[in-house]
């Protein structure tokens, strides 16, 4: 019995001896000693059983704790363990100490009021621990230097070591905060962006219309209504085909092209009006390259279209005026010889004695031929380089009720001058602008047929068609309500040779188009079959004093000397014949040379010529364009008349700028140039105060 108690407490106390050094920790292997297979040996191994259940509870426990630690002191947001108790803190993370720039001795001594402003009351938060509720918020950490770090704050009631603590994490909201401007910057730039899209479409003259994948409308201008003539509020939604009526061939190539422009055509809006179209379009992406749809511009280039074919025209007329020119300069020498033979052999058969009636009655009919032939070549004139007007200002009542008159002698049109008093006065060629509107009347007489009326309309503007708009000008507008001109006859009216007259030349509106450019002005024409026509003149107002100039039924008679000098000998001798029939001395010279010698000879010899008529161009000599200048060098106190059938310079157009004090254009009629050398000679003599201008 002694051995069984003794072997069994020895084991017992062994058994006992094991847990208790495993209790304190001086157990390597955490294990008892378990001998035999009787109860104590099951109890040393149930023991055993529990210690690696507890050691493997254990390392769970560490590897939990290790990954906890691993992600608060990795986390980026500042995580804080606070005594609800104190507010004193427990534990931060390495993000804290970051962002407040302190230390864990810091810490110490401080409380959480000290380094976060939270947005809850801290008295308040007791009452979470009831509910175990989460308060969430924005506050702010105070860094050491006292600035401030705006942080979004999440914090939750716990039991840490038997004790309240709250556990609070901040986040930092400074990207957000940076986001969030940079969110409302674009947001900001794009509503700018929007307000100065609608403010550029709005003002712009160019139609803007986008549309989607399916080409439906989503976005039109106001110019784009004006344009196709629909409201927007009716377009949007609407496929663009509906709206923007082009030829199907255009359609097949919107369908393939990505973009295309700018492309030109003839459209017909949807109030009827026909205008011509200059339209771009250009396919819309996003940043992935997927197509959104496409953009489509276009604009009324009807102007634009009508100046094209003006300056078309005014090309093929420069090739036409070379030739013109130059037959007209040949023509008007002719002329001039023809008018005065015929002016002198009147002269010799109202001399003579007996009856010459039918005589003077074939005479007359002569000059009337000449005159009409001088109209041409007049026109032919208009129509070359050298034809510049010989500019002066002028009303145009009298002008356009001699027109008139001139137009519908002998015709059962009726006509009326709508022309205040007020209206400014012009600075034309008073010849050349006769021709222009005897034209534009012509046509509108062989439109109404010999019947109906013709109204001309007079008026001041502050604006003309086309570009330079804005100016005063003297708008004159010439409204017949005739057979019209047809839709695709309208732009061809100023080209040279078209005509629809079975005896027109075609050059009538030619020679007005260019006269009226010649003058800075325009011309437009409107018109609706049977119903009339509208031509527009628009010509610069001058503030130049008008001066009436004298007009003479008959040839003036005077005295004095007289050089003329011109390379033709015909028009040499027949003008001499002519001065002196109406009482004049003469002399003649073929070129400036011999003219320059003539009239030194003539000073030196005590019997200077009153006037010298020079011929402007002189083939292979020196004409009166560069004469004049040492003419007056000579004798600053002479006076030139210059006389060209054409020109290529100014000098006929402006001859007092080079020294002349009157002009005669060939082929002259016998009054005009008895007039011009007899107001010449009654100027009397005066010095030109800069002789050396003129060279």
Same mark, same amino acid.
């Given at each position: 019995?002694?051995?069984?108690?003794?072997?069994?407490? =020895?084991?017992?106390?062994?058994?006992?001896?094991?847990?208790?050094?495993?209790?304190?920790?001086?157990?390597?292997?955490?294990?008892?000693?378990?001998? +035999?297979?009787?109860?104590?040996?099951?109890?040393?191994?149930?023991?055993?059983?529990?210690?690696?259940?507890?050691?493997?509870? &254990?390392?769970?426990?560490?590897?939990?704790?290790?990954? @906890?630690?691993?992600?608060?002191?990795?986390?980026?947001?500042?995580?804080?363990?606070?005594? $609800?108790?104190?507010?004193?803190?427990?534990?931060?993370?390495?993000?804290?100490?970051?962002?407040?720039?302190?230390?864990? @001795?810091?810490?110490?001594?401080?409380?959480?009021?000290?380094?976060?402003?939270?947005?809850?009351?801290?008295?308040?938060?007791?009452?979470?621990?009831?509910?175990?509720?989460?308060?969430?918020?924005?506050?702010?950490?105070?860094? =050491?230097?006292?600035?401030?770090?705006?942080?979004?704050?999440?914090?939750?009631?716990?039991? #840490?070591?038997?004790?309240?603590?709250?556990?609070?994490?901040?986040?930092?909201?400074?990207?957000?905060?940076?986001?969030?401007?940079?969110?409302?910057?674009?947001?900001?730039?794009?509503?700018?962006?929007?307000? *100065?899209?609608?403010?550029?479409?709005?003002?712009?003259?160019?139609?803007?219309?986008?549309?989607?994948?399916? !080409?439906?409308?989503?976005?039109?201008?106001?110019?784009?209504? !004006?344009?196709? +003539?629909?409201?927007?509020?009716?377009?949007?939604?609407?496929?663009?085909?509906?709206?923007?009526? %082009?030829?199907?061939?255009?359609?097949?190539?919107?369908?393939?092209?990505?973009?295309?422009?700018?492309?030109?055509?003839?459209?017909?809006?949807?109030?009827?009006?026909?205008?011509?179209?200059?339209?771009?379009?250009?396919?819309?992406?996003?940043?992935?390259?997927?197509?959104?749809?496409?953009?489509?511009?276009?604009?009324?280039? =009807?102007?634009?279209?009508?100046?094209?074919?003006?300056?078309? *025209?005014?090309?093929?007329?420069?090739?036409? +005026?070379?030739?013109?020119?130059?037959?007209?300069?040949? #023509? *008007?020498?002719?002329?001039?010889?023809?008018?005065?033979? %015929?002016?002198?052999?009147?002269?010799?058969?109202?001399?003579?004695?007996?009856?010459?009636?039918?005589?003077?009655?074939?005479?007359?009919?002569?000059?009337?031929?000449?005159?009409?032939?001088?109209? /041409?070549?007049?026109?032919?004139?208009?129509?070359?380089?050298?034809?510049?007007?010989?500019?002066?200002?002028?009303?145009?009542?009298?002008?356009?009720?001699?027109?008139?008159?001139?137009?519908?002698?002998?015709?059962?049109?009726?006509?009326?001058?709508?022309?205040?008093?007020?209206?400014?006065?012009?600075?034309?060629?008073?010849?050349?602008?006769?021709?222009?509107?005897?034209?534009?009347?012509?046509?509108?007489?062989?439109?109404?047929?010999?019947?109906?009326?013709?109204?001309?309309?007079?008026?001041?503007? %502050?604006?003309?068609?086309?570009?330079?708009?804005?100016?005063?000008?003297?708008?004159?507008?010439?409204?017949?309500?005739?057979?019209?001109?047809?839709?695709?006859?309208?732009?061809?009216?100023?080209?040279?040779?078209?005509?629809?007259?079975?005896?027109?030349?075609?050059?009538?509106?030619?020679?007005?188009?260019?006269?009226?450019?010649?003058?800075?002005?325009?011309?437009?024409?409107?018109?609706?079959?049977?119903?009339?026509?509208?031509? $527009?003149?628009?010509?610069?107002?001058? !503030?130049? &004093?008008?001066?009436?100039?004298?007009?003479?039924?008959?040839?003036?008679?005077?005295?004095?000397? /007289?050089?003329?000098?011109?390379?033709?000998?015909?028009?040499?001798?027949?003008?001499?014949?002519?001065?002196?029939?109406?009482?004049?001395?003469? !002399?003649?010279?073929?070129?400036?040379?011999?003219?320059?010698?003539?009239?030194?000879?003539?000073?030196?010899?005590?019997?200077?010529?009153?006037?010298?008529?020079?011929?402007?161009?002189?083939?292979?000599?020196?004409?009166?364009?560069?004469?004049?200048?040492?003419?007056?060098?000579?004798?600053?106190?002479?006076?030139?008349?210059?006389?060209?059938?054409?020109? *290529?310079?100014?000098?006929?157009?402006?001859?007092?700028?080079?020294?002349?004090?009157?002009?005669?254009?060939?082929?002259?009629?016998?009054?005009?140039?008895?007039?011009?050398?007899?107001?010449?000679?009654?100027?009397?003599?005066?010095?030109?105060?800069?002789?050396?201008?003129?060279?």
């Amino acid at each position: 019995m002694v051995f069984v108690e003794r072997t069994v407490l =020895s084991r017992l106390n062994a058994l006992t001896d094991d847990i208790n050094k495993i209790g304190r920790g001086e157990s390597k292997d955490r294990r008892v000693r378990a001998l +035999g297979k009787d109860e104590l040996s099951d109890l040393g191994m149930q023991v055993n059983t529990m210690m690696e259940s507890l050691d493997r509870s &254990e390392q769970e426990l560490i590897m939990k704790e290790r990954r @906890y630690r691993a992600l608060v002191e990795g986390s980026s947001n500042a995580i804080i363990l606070v005594d $609800s108790k104190d507010l004193s803190i427990i534990e931060v993370n390495p993000a804290f100490l970051k962002m407040t720039g302190r230390n864990d @001795y810091d810490l110490n001594k401080m409380k959480i009021v000290d380094v976060l402003d939270a947005p809850w009351d801290w008295d308040t938060p007791h009452a979470a621990f009831d509910g175990g509720s989460v308060q969430e918020g924005e506050g702010r950490l105070i860094h =050491s230097n006292q600035s401030v770090l705006d942080v979004e704050l999440s914090m939750t009631p716990l039991t #840490f070591d038997g004790k309240e603590a709250y556990f609070i994490i901040g986040r930092d909201l400074t990207e957000r905060r940076r986001a969030e401007k940079d969110r409302e910057r674009i947001l900001d730039e794009l509503s700018r962006t929007n307000e *100065n899209l609608e403010v550029t479409l709005k003002s712009i003259a160019d139609g803007v219309i986008s549309v989607d994948q399916n !080409d439906d409308v989503v976005l039109m201008n106001r110019a784009a209504e !004006d344009l196709i +003539g629909v409201n927007r509020r009716y377009g949007v939604g609407k496929n663009i085909r509906e709206l923007v009526p %082009l030829p199907d061939r255009e359609w097949d190539d919107y369908r393939t092209l990505r973009q295309a422009g700018p492309l030109r055509v003839a459209m017909r809006n949807n109030s009827g009006q026909t205008w011509q179209m200059e339209y771009s379009y250009t396919t819309l992406t996003n940043d992935k390259g997927e197509i959104m749809g496409k953009m489509f511009t276009f604009r009324d280039i =009807s102007e634009k279209a009508r100046a094209e074919i003006a300056e078309a *025209n005014a090309g093929r007329l420069e090739a036409i +005026g070379t030739l013109a020119g130059g037959i007209a300069h040949d #023509f *008007n020498n002719v002329m001039t010889s023809v008018v005065g033979e %015929l002016y002198l052999l009147r002269t010799e058969i109202e001399n003579s004695e007996g009856s010459m009636q039918r005589s003077r009655e074939r005479i007359n009919d002569m000059e009337m031929a000449m005159d009409r032939a001088k109209f /041409v070549a007049q026109e032919l004139l208009s129509l070359s380089k050298g034809g510049a007007p010989i500019q002066k200002p002028t009303t145009l009542r009298g002008l356009l009720e001699d027109t008139a008159r001139l137009a519908f002698t002998g015709s059962s049109i009726t006509w009326s001058l709508d022309c205040p008093d007020d209206i400014w006065p012009v600075n034309i060629d008073q010849g050349q602008m006769n021709r222009a509107f005897l034209n534009i009347l012509f046509n509108a007489q062989e439109a109404s047929r010999e019947k109906g009326s013709v109204e001309i309309v007079v008026r001041n503007v %502050l604006s003309r068609p086309g570009p330079d708009t804005e100016g005063r000008y003297v708008n004159v507008d010439f409204i017949d309500h005739g057979e019209g001109i047809p839709p695709d006859v309208l732009p061809r009216i100023f080209d040279p040779y078209f005509t629809t007259k079975a005896t027109g030349t075609g050059l009538g509106m030619t020679v007005t188009f260019t006269t009226i450019k010649r003058h800075g002005g325009t011309i437009e024409v409107t018109s609706e079959v049977n119903k009339g026509t509208k031509v $527009s003149v628009y010509l610069p107002a001058t !503030d130049g &004093e008008v001066t009436e100039v004298p007009r003479a039924d008959k040839p003036v008679t005077g005295t004095g000397r /007289v050089l003329i000098m011109d390379d033709e000998e015909f028009i040499l001798q027949v003008t001499s014949d002519i001065l002196q029939s109406l009482g004049y001395e003469v !002399d003649v010279a073929h070129d400036g040379e011999e003219a320059l010698e003539r009239y030194g000879q003539a000073m030196r010899e005590g019997r200077k010529f009153d006037v010298v008529i020079m011929d402007l161009t002189i083939p292979g000599g020196m004409g009166g364009k560069e004469t004049i200048g040492q003419l007056l060098k000579m004798d600053p106190r002479a006076r030139a008349i210059v006389s060209s059938g054409y020109s *290529n310079d100014p000098v006929m157009a402006n001859h007092e700028d080079f020294g002349f004090v009157g002009v005669v254009p060939k082929p002259y009629k016998i009054e005009e140039l008895s007039l011009v050398v007899k107001n010449a000679i009654q100027l009397g003599p005066s010095d030109n105060p800069e002789p050396d201008r003129f060279k």
